[in-house]
């Protein structure tokens, strides 16, 4: 890498940056002071200096260039615009830690390594291509920006993120750029990188943040897009300097969606993609249309993103693979007029670039005028494409080919410098690591899990590869060189490598995670994610020899090395299991019925957490430690201080904190990686919480149990430095074992050096580490050495390979001469092998199963032959059963046998049945719900026709008819509209937060009542109730009755009043009448504007939306189906009613028929026409079926399926038409039959008649007498008259039923033309809805804003009062306070009394401010005050408190916490109990006044706010009426049919009708008589209002006679206070009085008080006798004390006789015990000193005690505890007092009586 890098010039610029907001209105502040010194334009950095380096142990050995980077093979094609173009030929992408400058034309890489050593997080380059930008990864990551082709590095921008960053972008002339940072700042920066420093900074959003760029049209706009969002920035400049705000994109009705990639319009305009594959176009912040195909295909399919917007086209690219371009002008210039907001339209112009290709980044050549791109394709490729889309365009070329997604599999060659690797693309790649080159790729349908290269044991050549695949397949594939099989064939194939199948075979029905050759090359073991692990036979072919199961899925495998003695195959488990199975035997004998090996030995291991006692343990070794130190501390302590141990030793050490506790995760960590130390023993690498050791394990004896419930510890661990958090996923050793090489989860390389031989890894200490794949997902789980241990390759899940030297460049071309690896030779007579059969489908059965089918298929045909022969058995016994059952039938019936005889046992036939009635009951089971499904269908068919048929009843004697209505069906109306205003929302949230306020207050009020307490006044306990007398208890009685009855009329008395209060309106009330009369006065008088006005403000009870809109037009829908059905109805019913009548006469003619045929034919009357029903009448008939009608379309279709072929839809047409046929015939016959039928009926009538004629014809020629022909003349006569009236009545009944249809009929065609009216008024109505819809969204957001006003306003309002509210009670307790403290002084001086000496001392203490600790809540259920004095304090305190509250009369100090001698103790402990008091008092006066303060404060600012909330409200309102307005003259625009006739115009111009009707006016005549009505109404107002006005004048005189009763009342009060003053001498509750019941108490109390005073007295004359006594005793004893007292004086006398003698002779000696007495002075001093000292020790000592009991809980006096008395001076040697040393003497003995046995057994 050639790099000129030049010195560090100095540093950049600080930054003063501001975050702000992230909602709709986002600002940030300027940097308030410019960069003092400005970066030159020539000041570079030095990348060597700045770029991460290997860490490496310090005082190691290991040098730093450990490995030399070589080449990278891979491409983290799934990263986000991880494709950057420098120049015409060279290509940037991110590789884990690393910048890959890749040569199109060369294939040559350039690397930078990243600063942070984080990983990069996005790249972008400079318009001008001189310039590229990194955005770093890590804590705190910076930006770097290079130079180009020089790759110096030029700048670092510090501080844009916390983390990482996501997405970096210039602006179009490259002065400024955007960075955005991923979780969890997300901030959005904008910088002016050349001086490095940064413009404007913003949360950008909560949510993960894909792309931000600037608009190329505005400078002052950018655009952001990400996980379920796209949002809109411009940078406005305010009075206070440049602010970056953003605007939220809102989807509206467009389901939300990730947006990887958008274009900025010239206009404005923003388009996007979406993950569903349409285009969104974006005004402003909302979805003006949704862009799709035509018949409304997806654009792409999948996710989609416009990239470019060149030469009218947009063009755009998809997970599809493919390139298209759109029309600019349709795209910009789209409107949808659709429900669903989508226009359509198709492409331009299309370029497929490939079937299995993903595009998700485009760049374009920096040559100008090219139509050359580049395509990052996240399937693993690079592209160039030409998107001129001419005839001449050439097809898309892939550059460049890597793996997709994380490397599943990697290892190399152990003869060659080969690598193969594998991933879940379906691929598997080859690589030369030391020509750097791909040497051949094959591709397969399922994706790669696992690899292995066979040893040369196994393949001499070094050309077998093992592959395991995701669908549990196995396949061998045979490496080889096609260029040498020419020589044997003379065919000259391409490439120089190629891979051929070997063997395909499937073990496992799961991913294949593992594969590993025996170490002797003779077994080949595979595992899976299924839990299983598969043996086969080494050779030309592989053979399986079984599996066995292990307790979870396998993640890795290894054989025992050579120096094991046994061959063990070590599995590693990914749930923490370790099973170790002996190699099974490959000539042992294999088990027929599955290939599972139930005998195999195998011992299994199931790791159990340790590190929680690791650390536990590590813990108690460092208290241990810390413990140990102190120790030896206080050791030189006590030396230094020469004291003895018993007075230095501390009285209690402090207490531990609590160890960690034990954790064992649930569940379990993942198991990593694992490898063999010794037989029996490995070490393992786990993740998660275990993660930060390496764990050396080994089986257990005993291994009898579940391997699921088994629990094993490690034996021993081995720490690894700084992998809490970063374990280790992979293990590979040197050839020698003297490096180990691990991959670790953060994607770096670890080095350790080990000594050979060490099994324990004892020497795992110094390692040598860097980081290569990406920090946050590029674990590297696989990590291998070359076969010469020159190279170490590495593979991550960021889909990047790497090869490094363990050599230097130089040294590793001298040692390697040849520039390519070896591949190896193809055997010799490959060319005429057959291809290996390979398994293509995933479904395919595993080795196993196919077993196992092959044995059930195997059973099954044993089985199915076994019942064969049964059922072959069993027909030859049928068969000679019936022949049985035939020659019994031929026996004589004498003989024949009977069928009861015949049943070998009935219970066969009782099971027979059985089983039927059960198969039936299945069948009907089975079929019933098909049979409910059908009922339900046909219901609703007949539902759906019943509506849908149209009845025609047509007249008899005329040809009017009449028909009925088609239904159609009506949609139902959502039960919840979309959108609903709540206006009153704001007052329910008013009220509720009034109840609240209230509920807040009521409780407070008891409190304080609570508070409330007595100054001086005790509760005083009182004994058992004394008995009373008679008297007395009925003098109580009668008082009891008086004050109840007094009670009960003062109770009614308050009801009055308060029924009286509850009718007395408010003095702010208003009439409601007067209120109603007022609103409409408002709503009528005076607004005579028309709503066509220009200023015509619509009423908000007559403002319409779309909702209301909608329920009128359901609502007229619905009107118009009841007259449509009501009239159906009565259609229905003159159909039923001819169809009666057609039975009627029909029954009629019959019997005119019958009368007719007796009466002469000249006699005849001719009929009239029978009417029959017609088809049109009664449709319905169609409709009907029954069980023939079925079974004949079942015959029909039939018949249909077995001699025609043809469409299903026109077969079944035809079907319908012929069953309808054949069912008309046979009706035609049934009606014929029927006909025959009556026929037959009546024919022996009939016959009786002609019976009758003939003998009457044969009788004619005889003479009748005249009785006969009587009797046949009136017989004539009846009969003539029942034809008349039969025919009348015929007729009648016609007549009637065409006058009842031609009624039908008028009244019919009245309710057409209302039908069309209103179907007119419908289209109106449905217009108006159209124009709603489109105000709707405006009119919502308008009306949603002004009820967010309004309830904000509500809310300030509530606070409001509320804070009113809290001020006043404030006040109040203040004020109660205030009193409360007068009457503690009160008190305080009423237990002074009068003259009391100590008053002035007394008055001090009281008003000393003592500094308190603020009361806290113990452990306990008291509270413990304690005074706050320290050390230093105290003793101010003793020493100054003294001299300031004065002497006594001997001259001694007073102490103002010692209650002076002469003074009352009672006195002096209610002083400092009043003192304390005060001191609560004052402080929660302080406390109240205080809140107060933050209250008022509070209260301006919701002032400050109401004023702002009401202003805003004020401007929606105004808004909303001017939608409102908008949208009322919209509607007047529509055009509304009214039809008239003539007499309803009277608009006349000079006698005659214009022929203009535009200036007329359409009214409604109803509207026309109500104002005419109106005016009368208004006349009559009039005169009410008059009267009205002079009745009101009467309520002056009232208000005057008020004001006169007010002035009375005041006066009577007045005059009552004085009354009662005199009489009582304070004002009394005169109710109170009335009320009073006689109190028992307190005659029980005077009770008490007459038998104690009676005891008393008695008790008094005994104590005056004993007193006498005494007197007398005393006198006796002062006589005996005087006499005593005298002798006493005589002796004192002498004694001081005797001292002055002796005085005089020791004058002589003085001198001689001056010194002596010096000396003595001195000693006394120093053992005062000492006493002192030792004393405050003491003190120290016992206060320590003292704090150490309270905190535990202890009780301790109370600092207002009585001192005890004060001690005696110490008195000097020369006779004086010692009042310095006095006050320590005291309060040690004091405390020493505080801790007295008898004080400490009251504690």
């Known amino acids: 890498m050639a790099e000129e890098n030049t010195a560090c010039v100095g540093e950049p610029a600080e930054e003063n940056t501001e975050a702000c907001d992230t909602e709709n209105s986002v600002t940030q502040q300027e940097p308030e002071e410019e960069s003092k010194k400005q970066l030159s334009a020539d000041m570079y950095y030095n990348y060597e200096d ?176 990400g996980f379920g969002h796209i949002k809109f920035w411009k940078m406005a400049s305010t009075f206070t300097g440049l602010k970056l705000q953003g605007l939220m994109g809102h989807f509206g009705k467009t389901a939300a969606t990730d947006i990887e990639g958008y274009v900025e319009l010239p206009d404005g305009k923003v388009v996007s993609g979406t993950d569903r594959g349409n285009l969104l176009l974006w005004d402003g912040n909302a979805i003006k249309v949704e862009i799709c195909r035509k018949e409304g295909r997806s654009c792409h399919a999948g996710m989609v993103q416009p990239f470019a917007l060149e030469d009218g086209q947009l063009m755009t690219i998809g997970s599809d693979g493919v390139v298209r371009g759109w029309d600019f002008e349709s795209i910009d210039a789209a409107d949808s007029n659709s429900v669903n907001s989508r226009f359509e339209m198709e492409p331009m112009n299309e370029m497929v670039v490939g079937h299995n290709v993903c595009l998700s980044s485009m760049v374009k050549s920096s040559l100008p005028d090219s139509f050359i791109w580049f395509a990052q ?95 549990g397949v196995v ?45 002797n090359g003779d077994i080949l073991a595979t595992g899976s994610s299924d839990c299983t692990v598969f043996f086969f036979t080494v050779g030309e072919k592989y053979n399986p020899i079984g599996f066995v199961h292990v307790p979870g899925p396998v993640q890795g495998l290894e054989w025992s090395p050579h120096s094991h003695s046994e061959n063990r195959l070590l599995i590693l488990c990914q749930s923490g299991h370790v099973v170790e199975v002996q190699s099974p035997d490959p000539e042992a004998e294999k088990p027929t019925k599955t290939f599972q090996l139930p005998e195999l030995p195998s011992r299994s291991f199931r790791f159990r957490s340790i590190k929680s006692r690791i650390k536990r343990e590590e813990e108690i070794a460092r208290r241990q430690d810390v413990r140990e130190k102190k120790k030896k501390e206080r050791e030189e302590l006590l030396k230094e201080s020469k004291q003895p141990e018993a007075e230095q030793e501390e009285d209690e050490e402090e207490e531990e904190e609590e160890l960690p506790p034990i954790y064992i995760p649930d569940p379990p960590s993942p198991l990593y990686c694992g490898f063999y130390s010794q037989p029996g023993q490995f070490w393992l690498s786990m993740g998660g919480f275990d993660s930060g050791f390496l764990y050396h394990c080994k089986f257990s004896e005993k291994q009898d149990e579940d391997p699921d419930r088994q629990q094993d510890e490690p034996f021993d661990f ?95 071309q001298k040692g390697l001469q040849r520039k390519r690896a070896k591949v190896p030779s193809p055997r010799v007579g490959l060319e005429n092998e057959v291809l290996a059969q390979d398994i293509e489908d995933p479904a395919a059965y595993s080795i196993e199963t196919a077993k196992q089918k092959l044995l059930k298929d195997r059973l099954r045909r044993e089985a199915e032959l076994k019942i064969a022969g049964k059922r072959k058995k069993l027909a030859e016994l049928q068969k000679k059963f019936k022949q049985l059952l035939n020659y019994n039938q031929s026996l004589p019936e004498h003989v024949r046998l009977k069928p009861v005889e015949l049943q070998l046992d009935r219970r066969f036939i009782e099971q027979a049945e059985r089983v039927k009635s059960q198969r039936i009951t299945e069948v009907r089971k089975q079929l019933g719900w098909e049979e409910e499904h059908s009922r339900i269908a046909l219901s609703k068919l007949q539902d759906w026709s019943q509506h849908s048929l149209m009845v025609t009843v047509v007249a008899i004697c005329t040809n009017h008819r009449v028909s009925t209505y088609r239904l159609p069906t009506l949609k139902e109306p959502s039960t919840q509209p979309r959108h609903q205003s709540t206006p009153n929302r704001p007052d329910r949230d008013r009220d509720a937060t009034l109840e609240r306020r209230k509920s807040r207050a009521e409780p407070a009020k008891d409190s304080s009542k609570i508070e409330e307490e007595e100054v001086l006044r005790a509760k005083v306990t009182r004994p058992a109730g004394i008995k009373l007398g008679d008297r007395q208890v009925e003098r109580l009685k009668k008082a009891t009755e008086k004050a109840e009855q007094a009670r009960a009329k003062i109770e009614k008395r308050k009801q009055e009043w308060a029924q009286l209060y509850a009718e007395k309106p408010d003095e702010n009330c208003e009439d409601p009448q007067d209120v109603q009369a007022i609103r409409e006065a408002k709503e009528n008088i005076g607004d005579l504007k028309l709503k066509s006005a220009k200023d015509f403000t619509v009423p908000k009870h007559l403002r319409m939306n779309a909702e209301r809109k909608r329920a009128e037009l359901i609502g007229l829908e619905e009107n118009i189906r009841e007259k449509q059905t009501e009239m159906n109805g009565r259609i229905m019913a003159l159909r039923d009613s001819k169809v009666r009548l057609v039975s009627q006469l029909c029954a009629q003619a019959q019997r005119l028929h019958k009368v007719q045929q007796r009466l002469a034919a000249h006699l005849h009357r001719p009929p009239p026409a029978l009417p029959t029903i017609l088809p049109e009448e009664t449709p319905e008939r169609r409709l009907q079926y029954s069980r023939t009608t079925l079974e004949r379309y079942h015959v029909l279709k039939e018949q249909r399926f077995k001699a025609m072929q043809q469409e299903e839809q026109e077969g079944v047409t035809c079907l319908l038409e012929q069953l309808e046929k054949d069912m008309e015939g046979e009706k035609e016959k049934e009606d014929e039959d029927q006909e025959r039928g009556e026929e037959g009926t009546s024919s022996p009538s009939a016959s009786y008649v002609i019976r009758e004629e003939e003998e009457m014809q044969v009788e004619e020629g005889v ?134 000496k100590f008053e002035e001392f007394l008055t001090r203490v009281f008003k000393k401010n003592v500094k ?208 009662m003053m005199i009489k009582y001498g304070r004002l009394v509750d005169l109710e109170a009085l009335q009320t009073l019941s006689g109190n028992r108490v307190l005659e029980e109390l005077k009770q008490e008080k007459f038998l104690r005073e009676a005891a008393y007295a008695k008790e008094i004359k005994q104590w005056d006798a004993k007193v006498e006594e005494a007197r007398q005793a005393l006198m006796e004893v002062t006589r005996c004390n005087t006499e005593r007292l005298l002798s006493m004086t005589n002796l ?112």
């Open 50 to 225: 700045l770029h991460s380096r290997p860490s490496v142990t310090p005082d190691s050995e290991i040098p730093e260039n450990l490995l030399h980077l070589s080449h990278s093979f891979g491409y983290d094609s799934g990263r986000r615009a991880n494709l950057q173009l420098l120049d015409d030929r060279t290509l940037i992408f991110v590789a884990g830690n690393l910048l890959v400058m890749l040569d199109i034309s060369t294939k040559e890489q350039r690397y930078l390594r990243s600063c942070s050593g984080g990983g990069i997080g996005s790249i972008t380059t400079h318009p001008s291509k001189e310039y590229f930008v990194a955005a770093e990864k890590g804590n705190q990551p910076n930006i770097t920006v290079y130079e180009y082709p020089s790759l110096r590095l030029y700048r670092i921008l510090r501080g844009g993120t916390e983390h990482a960053y996501s997405f970096v972008d210039f602006n179009r002339d490259g002065t400024l750029l955007a960075s955005v940072g991923s979780a969890s700042d997300y901030m959005l920066t904008l910088w002016n990188w050349r001086q490095e420093q940064v413009m404007l900074r913003c949360k950008a959003i909560s949510q993960e943040v894909y792309r931000v760029s600037f608009s190329p049209y505005n400078p002052g706009l950018l655009t952001s897009s």
């Open 377 to 471: 394709d996240s399937s693993g490729a690079i592209w160039k494409l030409d998107l001129s889309f001419t005839y001449t365009t050439p097809d898309p070329e892939c550059l460049f080919s890597f793996h997709a997604g994380a490397i599943q599999g990697l290892d190399v060659s152990k003869k060659s410098h080969l690598m193969a690797t594998t991933a879940l693309d379906r691929s598997v790649k080859v690589f030369d690591f030391l020509a750097k080159r791909e040497l051949t790729t094959s591709r397969f349908n399922q994706g790669g899990t696992a690899l292995s290269w066979a040893p040369p044991l196994v393949n001499q050549s070094g050309s077998l590869l093992v592959t395991g695949f995701e669908d």
């Open 475 to 519: 396949r061998l594939l045979e490496l080889y060189d096609p260029q040498r099989l020419h020589v044997v064939t003379g065919r000259s194939p391409k490439g120089d490598a190629k891979l051929r199948l070997k063997q395909a075979f499937k073990p496992h029905n799961a991913p294949v995670t593992a594969v590993a050759y025996e170490r």
């Open 718 to 812: 081995l720490p690894v430095h700084n992998t809490d958090d970063d374990p280790i996923r992979s293990v590979t050793f040197s050839s020698n074992r003297q490096l180990l090489l691990c991959g670790m989860h953060s994607g770096s390389i670890r080095v350790y050096p080990l000594q050979p031989g060490d099994h324990s890894l004892t020497s795992m200490q110094a390692y040598w580490a860097l980081s290569v794949h990406d920090n946050q997902y590029g674990h590297l789980c696989h990590i291998r050495c070359s076969h010469d241990d020159h190279f170490v390759l590495t593979a991550g899940d960021d889909g990047n390979i790497f090869s490094y030297s363990l050599l230097p460049p130089e040294e590793l």
């Open 1263 to 1396: 003479e009748l007498s005249e009785l006969e022909e009587e009797l046949w003349r009136e017989e004539e006569i009846r009969l003539l008259h029942e034809q008349d009236s039969l025919l009348e009545q015929m007729e009648s009944a016609v007549c009637q039923f065409d006058a009842e249809l031609l009624l039908l009929r008028h009244q019919k065609l009245r309710l057409d033309w209302q039908l069309k009216a209103a179907d007119l008024r419908q289209l109106t109505l449905y217009q108006e809805l159209l124009l709603l819809k489109e105000f709707e969204r405006r009119e919502d957001s308008l009306q949603e804003k002004l009820n967010r006003r309004i309830k904000e306003e509500n809310s300030i309002m509530s606070k409001l009062e509320e804070c009113n509210e809290q001020l006043e009670l404030k006040q109040r307790d203040i004020a109660k306070l205030q009193e409360r403290e007068k009457a503690l002084i009160a008190a305080f001086q009423a237990s002074l009394g009068e003259n009391n």
């Open 1412 to 1619: 308190r600790v603020k009361k806290k809540e113990q452990t306990g259920t008291e509270e413990e005050e304690v005074d706050s004095d320290d050390d230093s304090d105290g003793d101010d305190d003793w020493a100054d408190d003294d001299y300031d509250l004065g002497t006594e009369e001997g001259g001694a100090a007073l102490d103002d916490s010692v209650c002076p001698a002469g003074c009352e103790p009672e006195l002096f402990e209610n002083t400092l109990q009043l003192r304390e008091r005060r001191l609560d008092l004052e402080e929660l006066l302080v406390e109240e006044k205080k809140s107060t303060e933050v209250l008022k404060k509070e209260y301006d600012t919701l002032v400050k706010n109401e004023t702002t909330v009401k202003s805003s409200r004020k401007e929606v309102e105004d808004d909303l009426e001017l939608v409102n307005r908008e949208k009322q003259q919209k509607m007047n625009e529509l055009d509304v049919v009214v039809p008239l006739r003539l007499h309803q115009i009277e608009f006349v111009v000079n006698g005659s009708m214009p022929s203009d009707l535009s200036p007329a006016l359409v009214l409604d005549r109803t509207e026309l008589n109500r104002l005419q009505e109106r005016i009368k109404q208004l006349q009559v107002e009039k005169s009410q209002q008059r009267d009205l006005y002079f009745q009101a004048r009467q309520h002056v005189r009232l208000i005057h006679d008020r004001k006169d009763m007010d002035t009375k009342i005041q006066a009577l009060e007045k005059q009552c206070n004085e009354l």
């Open 1692 to 1803: 004192f006398d002498q004694k001081k006789e005797l001292e002055h003698k002796l005085n005089a002779r020791q004058k002589k000696m003085g001198g001689q015990f001056q010194d002596y007495r010096r000396r003595v002075d001195q000693e006394e001093i120093r053992r005062l000193q000492m006493l002192v000292k030792t004393q405050s020790q003491q003190m120290e000592a016992l206060r320590r005690e003292i704090g150490l009991l309270s905190r535990k809980g202890g009780h301790v006096l109370p600092p207002c505890q009585a001192p005890l008395p004060p001690l005696a001076p110490l008195s000097s040697p020369t006779g004086r007092t010692h009042t310095g040393k006095q006050r320590p003497e005291r309060l040690s003995k004091l405390l020493k009586g505080q801790n007295s046995p008898s004080r400490q057994g009251a504690i």
